[in-house]
């Protein structure tokens, strides 16, 4: 099935995934490619996209009857995992990551959810999981603009602006996380059961949980612990 899509879609979330990583990988070098950390995630998040890839190319999560599901525990649940240690052990270089990039790269939701819609049309996500439905994340990336602009105008970045958008994405990823799990086409499936989320089974699209997600979770998260920790 997921041979039939437009090629455009594919080669957009391609796109946008290379984006992503691009971006992210800017903050790392700014905190120096010779530190620890940024050796580590320039490394492992390139071979973890290699991996996804790989096994999701050979329909390793195409089964929707394992106990617990495939896709969370083998996608994300690793990226997770990876978040705590770095917030449990590497909160050094998390306060030396720069915000503005971090902020910028929320502008990633943008395509996304504009590929959302796209398969949603051709029948690979539920309608919920589009700005159609109950999907706002969209509003994440349009804000993401103006406030990198206006929160870096100053020589001192405007902390009030910048927690106000992350306590927002972070809500709005919330939201459409929850909505993507319980239309997952799996055991857990409390939505959507006419059209259930299935594009995150294949390539290129198992990048959105297991790559794009987590570095859009790790962002807001670092950008709210420098931000309250220096009002503290």
């Not at 490619?33 to 998040?45: A, E, G, P």
């Not at 998390?94 to 796209?118: D, G, Y």
């Amino acid at each position: 099935m997921i041979e039939q899509l437009p090629a455009y879609i594919s080669i957009v979330f391609l796109i946008t995934s290379f984006l992503t990583f691009g971006i992210f990988a800017y903050a790392l070098k700014s905190v120096g490619i010779v530190h620890l950390w940024s050796k580590v995630l320039l490394f492992v998040i390139p071979l973890w996209m290699l991996f996804q890839a790989a096994i999701a190319s050979r329909g390793f999560y195409l089964n929707s009857e394992s106990v617990p599901p495939r896709l969370p525990i083998f996608a994300v649940l690793p990226a997770v995992v990876l978040i705590a240690v770095l917030f449990l052990f590497g909160r050094d270089f998390i306060l030396r990551l720069p915000l503005l990039p971090l902020t910028l790269l929320h502008v990633v939701r943008i395509p996304v959810e504009i590929v959302l819609a796209w398969l949603y049309e051709q029948g690979m996500v539920p309608q919920v999981m589009t700005f159609h439905g109950w999907n706002y994340d969209i509003v994440s990336g349009i804000l993401s603009i103006p406030a990198a602009f206006f929160a870096f105008r100053g020589g001192q970045p405007n902390r009030k602006l910048l927690i106000a958008f992350n306590v927002i994405g972070l809500l709005l990823l919330t939201n459409i996380v929850t909505i993507a799990v319980l239309s997952l086409q799996s055991p857990i499936q409390e939505l959507a059961f006419e059209q259930p989320n299935r594009a995150v089974l294949y390539f290129p699209f198992v990048w959105l949980p297991a790559m794009i997600v987590p570095i859009v979770l790790f962002c807001h998260l670092v950008s709210l612990y420098k931000l309250l920790k220096a009002e503290a």
